[in-house]
């Protein structure tokens, strides 16, 4: 069985690693600290000793060292832990030099609000595109660092997109930027992982990764279109 | 402690219904009828809220500290006995107003326990509120509730301590008192130093629903993550609050089982001192993807980490004092095995979380959930079952019934395990926490994710059913149990020699202490045990 | 082995009812502390909010600090006439600290009542309605932080006065520190405030 979603971002398998590399650790100590735990169990059951030894462990002793050793393995452990992560916090979390696309993707209650920058590329002007309906979806090329300015209109949610294994909470009045390189395509939801009142469940749009000339295809077509729709309003 | 059973179960009931819920989704639920997501959305946070503060707190700090800590110092009562029932009532009155806010207009607060706002400020009924609105109520309430509960435990707290300090027995030096009042004494001052912000915080809530104050509105200068620090700077040395009472009541039931001295008494105070000091700058990792300085987040990732060192030495001193031991399986032992067993996954699966990465993608979903019931679960109901299958005949002077005690134990156990074990798989699989119906996300609504929400649901509402006979047990032998001895477990503590049930004052003659809580087996004396009263020969 | 140590009882015995309070004093200030800490933070960020505190009254706030700190004098003396049971001064200091805190309330809901004139109020929308939406969280901080500091002038009254009428009939004379411990921290809480709320301009 596959305990992880399919990944499909650059840097999600480095999560999924992460999980492997954590459990053999803590895996292996908590198969010692059960055997700690139940081996004196059978061992020293009150019909096979006649009495107790008189250990108190106390600072210093030789049974107090022993413990000490296994508390410093423990924090040896945890400090590769720690090594070995931070690879992975900082791929999610620093930004890469070069930028492809960009978006803004706004929280409401209660759906994702898109907004793609327009020809010029800049955002504020007055060709930007706003998709803010249910279940509509935001089309991201593929093999290319997306950046997504992440925001929120009322309340705090988070955006959560499973298969790339980012999570990001969006706050009020911040402006948060992070990003993805879709390594397939497909499409995949948008979830709102942090509790933003009752639709909250409802609260879902959807990412559709295509390739390069499909996704100039369709800016092509939504631009000319909000371009249209702006010089009927005119 | 009736009132804390009492909320254990309507926390219960609530659990019971989201659970239902989740397996069939739109389906009735029996006792209950059909569930609305705005309902669900009050269960949730109120199952948290109750279970909480309103169990863990009360059950274990308040009950267990009340009973146990003027009677294992050799005191005849509190400090403050008057202190002590103006604090009970102060959390009756919360409990009821907690239970008010039910059947308010607009029902309870519906904003997750951890009530970050501006959610609880504004809108998580309807998005464009009016001061006399519904949210208006049910938040209002909630907050004043926690405000009284607060009260109580502070009133409670500072009884605690005044009597520890000022009402030991002669001999009672500070390296002689057991580890439970020791334990119990460090969670109060733990929760001391944390509340007070979190009452700021709370304050500034308050008036933001009020009084129309914009704390934590970001349009008018205020920070919605401001509230997230305060809330954790309290959220996390709370886990701790729960988990150390629990861990004393370990300290006392493993000697006296293996008869054997507690491994390691003095280091295992110096380790939870370290924690306690170290818990109240571990809080921001409630809060690594919310959009704090990654740098920051480091930081609390490798002081999360290391407070893991502490902990790991507080339960290999616990095992140790197996080790070599003479040990004997009671009821009480059993449930304190179970609790360091159960613990163990917590705490292990607590490392996935502290680190920030992993945290990335773990956040918000049942990984989480799992994790924190496989901590909490054993810190509150093991460490109580624990304690009360222990001192209840120093309680009331009769006897449980073993058979049923073991009966609840093991039922207890598996059904736990069958609850939360499989979220762990549904949290890996991204489900996210708090969502009314998963049928319309594709990567959840799919085998085994379905059949793994049936079976935690099953397990949690037979895991209610199996209270039953604790229940049953709890009162048919308070009212007709065989009367019990003295010292059924051969202690050293001093509550064990004062009659069952104590009488008023706790002890005909003021107790003398000669020696430590734990020597048990000691070389040549003639029995393995040597009461802390007891002069030496 | 350790059990042929003293059997004396422990050798420091701080009254209990001191110890009490002092534990509920650090209860207090961590809740204060609290609210001060949001509140400087808040403050560093906006500079802008100088201009607000511009429009406290420092002379009404160094009047009340003057107020408080003789109050604070007049419990000590109150204590010392405890100490030597003399039941006449006891009344005459506790009350002259009772007026104190009148005198302290007074001029605080004169301050208020200026300001709530303004438009300077909890939320203050006449502020926001200028579109200076910031500025008015300043004033939040101010009516909380000095609101609440009210309360506990209000609350170390009725202490003392409690306190006051026992001492009157000759009973519970420690009392009388214990409520005074209780305003020396009424007092400590408004030192911090005044210079953060009033000085800093």
Known sequence: MNIFPESVSTYGSGIDNLFWLILAFAGTAFVISLFLLLYPLFKNHHTRVKRASYITGSLGKFHFKLVAVAMLIMAMSDFIILFAEHSTWEAFTTLPKQKDVEYIVTGRQWNWIFTYPGRDGVFGTADDVVIDEPNSELHVPINKNAFFQLKAKDVVHSFFVVNTRLKQDCIPGRTITRWINFTKEGKYDISCAEICGIAHTKMRNFIVVESNEKYDHFIDSLYNQQAATAGNQQ | ?537 | MENQKSLSLPSIKIPQGRLGIWTLIVGEFMIFGGLIGCYILYRLRYPEWADQAAHTSTLIGALNTIVLLTSSFTVVKAHEAANRKDLKKITLWLSVSILGGFLFLINKSIEYSTEISHGFTFSSPALQADGDTIGSLFWSFYFLLTGLHGAHVIVGMILMLWALLQARKGKNLHRVELSGMYWHMVDLIWIFLFPLLYLAK
């Open chain 2, 1 to 537: 402690m009736i009132t804390g059973l009492f909320m254990a179960l309507v926390g219960g009931f609530l659990a019971y219904v989201f659970r239902y819920n989740l397996a069939f989704p739109g389906e009735s639920i029996p006792l209950f009828g059909q569930l609305s997501a705005g309902q669900y959305n009050q269960f949730i946070t109120n199952h948290g809220l109750i279970m909480v503060f309103w169990v863990g707190m009360p059950l274990l700090v308040g009950a267990f500290g009340n009973f146990l800590i003027p009677i294992m110092i050799g005191a005849d009562d509190m400090a403050f006995p008057k202190l002590n029932m103006l604090s009970y009532w102060f959390f009756l009155t919360s409990a009821i107003v907690l239970m008010i806010s039910f059947f308010v207009p607009g029902g309870a607060f519906a904003g997750g326990w951890t009530m970050y706002p501006p959610l609880s400020v504004n809108g998580y009924t309807d998005p464009s509120p009016s001061f006399l609105s519904a949210i208006f109520y049910g938040s209002s309430l909630m907050i004043i509730a926690v405000a009284l509960e607060f009260t109580a435990i502070l009133m409670g707290g500072i009884n605690y301590l005044v009597t520890t300090i000022n009402k030991r027995a002669p001999g009672m030096t500070p390296f002689r008192i057991p580890l439970a009042v020791w334990y119990i004494d460090i969670a109060t001052v733990i929760f001391m130093f944390s509340v007070g912000p979190l009452v700021a915080g709370a304050f500034m809530l308050l008036f933001d629903i009020t009084l129309g104050s914009g704390f934590y509105d970001p349009a008018r200068g205020g920070d919605p993550v401001l509230f997230q620090h305060l809330f954790w700077f309290f959220g996390h040395p709370e886990v701790y609050v729960l988990l150390l009472p629990t861990l004393g009541v370990l300290g006392e039931i493993i000697p006296v089982f293996s008869r054997k001295p507690l491994f390691g008494y003095k280091p295992l105070i110096v380790l939870s001192l370290i924690s306690a000091v170290l818990s109240v700058v571990v809080w921001a990792h409630h809060q690594f993807i919310a959009g704090i300085d990654p740098r920051m987040a480091t930081f609390f990732s490798v002081a999360t980490i290391l407070i893991s060192i502490p902990f790991s030495g507080i339960f290999l001193s616990l095992m140790a004092t197996l080790w070599g031991g003479k040990i004997k399986i009671t009821v009480p032992m059993s449930w304190a095995l179970g609790m360091i067993g159960l613990f163990l996954v917590g705490g292990f699966t607590g490392l996935f979380l502290g680190s920030n990465a992993f945290d990335i993608y773990a956040h918000d979903t049942y990984f989480i959930v799992a994790h924190f019931h496989y901590t909490l679960f054993p810190s509150v109901f093991f460490g109580f079952f624990a304690a009360f299958y222990y001192w209840f005949p120093k309680f009331t002077g009769k006897e449980l019934n073993k058979a049923l005690g073991y009966i609840h134990f093991w039922l207890t156990f598996i059904f736990f395990n069958g609850v939360f074990f499989v979220l762990f798989f549904n949290g890996l699989g991204g489900q996210h926490r708090r969502i009314y119906n998963y049928e319309m996300f594709s990567n959840v609504a799919i085998e085994p994710y379905i059949t793994f929400e049936k079976i935690a649901t099953i397990s949690a509402i037979c895991l209610i059913l199996s209270q039953v006979i604790f229940l049953w047990n709890f009162i048919v032998s308070w009212a007709a149990g065989r009367k019990a001895e003295k010292n059924p477990w051969q202690a050293n503590t001093l509550e064990w020699v004062a009659d069952s049930p104590p009488p008023h004052g706790n002890f005909h003659t003021a107790p003398k202490v000669y020696r430590g809580a734990y020597e048990y087996s000691v070389p040549k004396a003639s029995e393995d045990f040597l009461p802390q009263n007891l002069q030496a020969d």
